[in-house]
């Protein structure tokens, strides 16, 4: 059986061009400690020298178009990219304007319960600066998607079966109702197992990784790279 995937995978590897799906958390000139973990923050001109490179190399696409590729395209000599976000940080407002120029879509995985400005989240000294439900619910552009990551940032390994499905149940009932939702979901940390892909899987929703993977068919959920 082991054999017959590896084939298979180098059949596709040989069919199709591979996906790439990036991701980045804070954007900012200027690098705040009480705002920002310095792993999670890229200074603005890095962001964009960044994503104006990949541009040479790439074409960027949404994440949902990117899924409908994976899933039934057969073959594909383009090459693509995907951005996203995770986190919801504010910052990143402040690169919209760019990104709507070079015409980079992006979908934006948020912890709905940080959307009310006020609620902290573990591990930070301060509240971080969270985009707030009135700020995303302003973005209804083509240029955003935006999907869950949790109600908080928890980890969903930690979680008995029980609480994970509340929490995604949590993040439907709140995102669906803006006019961008996709039902995707980005496990925090990239952390998953068995109980979650399962669940995920039950409810339709398509999971989202952070284990460094290309993209050449769907199988399990979608991988992604650090930006
Ligand atoms: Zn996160």
């Not at 958390?25 to 705040?32: L, P, R, T, Y």
């Not at 869950?148 to 009932?173: I, L, W």
């Amino acid at each position: 059986m082991m054999y017959i995937g590896k084939i298979k995978h180098r059949i596709e590897k040989l069919c199709c061009s591979p996906i790439e799906v990036f991701v980045f958390h804070a954007v900012s000139d200027n690098f705040d400690e009480r705002e920002n973990k310095r792993v999670d923050w890229l200074q603005t001109a890095d962001f964009e020298g960044r994503i104006l490179s990949l541009k040479e190399q790439y074409r960027f696409i949404s994440l949902d178009e990117a899924y409908h590729k994976l899933r039934w395209q057969w073959f594909r000599m383009r090459r693509y990219a995907v951005l996203t976000c995770d986190d919801g940080y504010a910052s990143v407002l402040g690169v919209l304007p760019f990104l709507e120029r070079e015409r980079v879509p992006v979908t934006l995985f948020v912890n709905p319960k940080y959307l009310d400005g006020v609620s902290k989240r573990d591990g930070y000294a301060t509240t971080p600066h969270y985009i707030t439900r009135e700020q995303l619910w302003m973005l209804d552009t083509r240029l955003v998607t935006v999907g869950m990551h949790g109600y908080r940032h928890d980890d969903a390994t930690r979680q008995s079966a029980g609480e994970f499905e509340e929490s995604v149940n949590r993040c439907v009932e709140i995102l669906r109702t803006h006019p961008r939702y996709i039902p995707f979901f980005a496990y925090t940390w990239g952390r998953c197992n068995d109980m979650t892909q399962r669940l995920l899987k039950e409810k339709g929703i398509v999971a989202v990784f952070a284990d460094g993977e290309s993209n050449y068919r769907f199988r399990q959920g979608i991988g992604r790279k650090v930006l």
